[in-house]
């Protein structure tokens, strides 16, 4: 933690990742001397913008609770189980493993505590209760929706090269219609600027078997989003395209139109 803070005096913006809360009381002193004072002793010369996240767990609208690191990977699956109604620290050390390494928390903080409420003991108990709006959030990129066309991103690409993206089937329909298995989809993604962006066409697909060997196909994958796969290929190296591309899809019909 000290560390940290000077790192943000000297204008950095650190975040600390405290997954295990009896770490906080070893840090009293940088967080309440150092860190909130900074600002004030320095006559308001000294800024310190640091985060400090600690292990949580979230009850949501269906009554699930979530338990996880506070970086903001448990929001989304909150907003999908009816958002997030309650927020607490996982710091109750009857529930956690009484050896806690400095890495394993997966085993050793959200393991016990899910099995600990899996097998009746109330919410309450994990730990203090925090405002709901100091939970980090994670923004994901927007598709873009218009006649005839879908502008996306690349989410990730998986290890058999299937491009991922940040658009679902319902974005598609939105946006070309009601499309039936094997319609040509129009893929145009950038290559950099020293050359054409990629654009060749696609079939809309129920799953790779339905293709021939190496043509192109966009589906809905096991996540309910959209992908691009080259059928026994890698779509990745075929487009040259990385993570956080932006991918434009458009039907043979509109592009023909022009």
């Not at 975040?15 to 320095?42: P, S």
């Not at 996240?53 to 609208?61: C, K, M």
């Not at 070309?176 to 990629?198: R, W």
Request: proline share 7%; glycine share 12%.
């Amino acid at each position: 933690m000290g560390a940290a803070v000077g790192m943000a005096l000297a204008g950095l913006k650190p975040v600390v990742e405290m997954r295990v809360v009896d770490f906080a009381l070893c840090a009293m002193d940088e967080i309440v001397n150092q860190a909130a004072k900074a600002r004030y002793m320095f006559g308001g010369q000294g800024r310190v913008p640091l985060v400090a996240r600690l292990p949580i767990g979230i009850r949501v609208a269906r009554g699930d609770v979530l338990v996880g690191p506070d970086n903001g990977l448990l929001m989304p699956a909150a907003e999908v189980l009816g958002g997030a109604t309650e927020a607490r620290i996982l710091e109750n050390p009857e529930l956690l493993r009484p050896q806690r390494a400095s890495t394993f928390h997966g085993r050793d903080i959200f393991a016990p505590v899910a099995a600990h409420l899996a097998a009746g003991r109330r919410f309450e108990e994990v730990g203090r209760a925090i405002p709901l709006d100091a939970l980090v959030g994670l923004a994901f990129p927007s598709p873009s929706i218009a006649p005839g066309r879908l502008e996306t991103t690349v989410a990730w690409i998986d290890s058999f090269g299937n491009l991922r993206l940040f658009a679902t089937p319902d974005d598609l329909r939105a946006a070309l219609g009601d499309q039936p298995f094997g319609s040509t989809i129009t893929v145009e993604l950038p290559t950099g600027s020293d050359g054409p962006p990629f654009s060749e066409p696609a079939a809309w697909a129920r799953t790779f078997g339905d293709q021939p060997v190496g043509s192109l196909l966009v589906y809905g994958d096991s996540s309910g989003m959209l992908a691009i796969a080259e059928s026994q290929g890698s779509a990745a190296r075929r487009t040259g395209v990385e993570t956080g591309s932006r991918v434009r899809l458009h039907s043979a019909r509109s592009r023909g139109g022009g």
